[in-house]
């Protein structure tokens, strides 16, 4: 039988979209018909199915565009709602004006990491280029963690990336995206194996 809700250990949600339609971007996954509509903490909510949720994490949704307004729209979110506690932003983690855009949203105390988004870049070397590791060694720096989404044939770069980068703290999203209709693939076991062995990496697992 169903474990009553008052005995269902607390829940940290650490990956949250939630968006106005008329701010977000208008491709991708985002054009899909049954996301023609805001989704706001009140939807998210609705949602729980009698999880005790006890903190959440936004997670950016439009990339390659101003990261303030975003980052202000999870500050604003926050206000009235306490249990969001952080806030991942866009940021072009490999580009020189990369401080630039930090500084814009830094006041905004919501935001604790950058999530740079490579899944759509056809380099499979991408995450590991000198720009990119560049970038994230910056964002160690200043104390903000750098999540990271890959497809499957670019996760071998990754723990390259990594280990570049020994005082920034890494998140992969959805364990590097591996085939689940297939057995596991041995480039995925193995880039697995290499960053389970590293301090500073930790991976998200959806559900």
């Keep these: 039988s169903p474990t009553p809700r008052s005995i269902r250990p607390p829940v940290i949600d650490t990956h949250i979209h939630l968006w106005r339609r008329s701010e977000a971007k208008q491709s991708g996954i985002l054009a899909r018909p049954y996301l023609q509509r805001d989704f706001l903490w009140a939807d998210y909510a609705r949602a729980w199915g009698g999880e005790r949720v006890e903190r959440a994490v936004q997670v950016q949704v439009n990339d390659f565009t101003d990261p303030l307004w975003e980052a202000a729209f999870a500050a604003g979110m926050a206000e009235s709602e306490p249990r969001l506690g952080a806030y991942v932003t866009w940021a072009a983690v490999e580009q020189p004006y990369l401080d630039d855009e ?8 919501l ?13 499979p070397e991408f995450c590991a280029s000198d720009a990119y590791i560049r970038g994230a060694r910056r964002l160690g720096e200043r104390d903000l963690l750098c999540e990271i989404c890959v497809r499957l044939e670019q996760i071998a770069a990754l723990p390259r990336l990594v280990r570049a980068c020994p005082e920034t703290l890494f998140v992969l999203q959805h364990i590097g995206k591996p085939d689940l209709r297939r057995p596991p693939d041995a480039l995925w076991l193995q880039a697995l ?13 959806s559900v």
Excluded at 102 to 109: A, C, F, N, R, S
């Design 193 to 205: 194996e290499e960053l389970g062995a590293l301090p500073n990496v930790h991976a998200k697992l």
């Design 111 to 123: 935001v604790r990491g950058v999530r740079r988004t490579c899944q759509f870049e056809p380099d």
């Design 102 to 109: 930090l500084d814009d949203v830094e006041p905004l105390q």
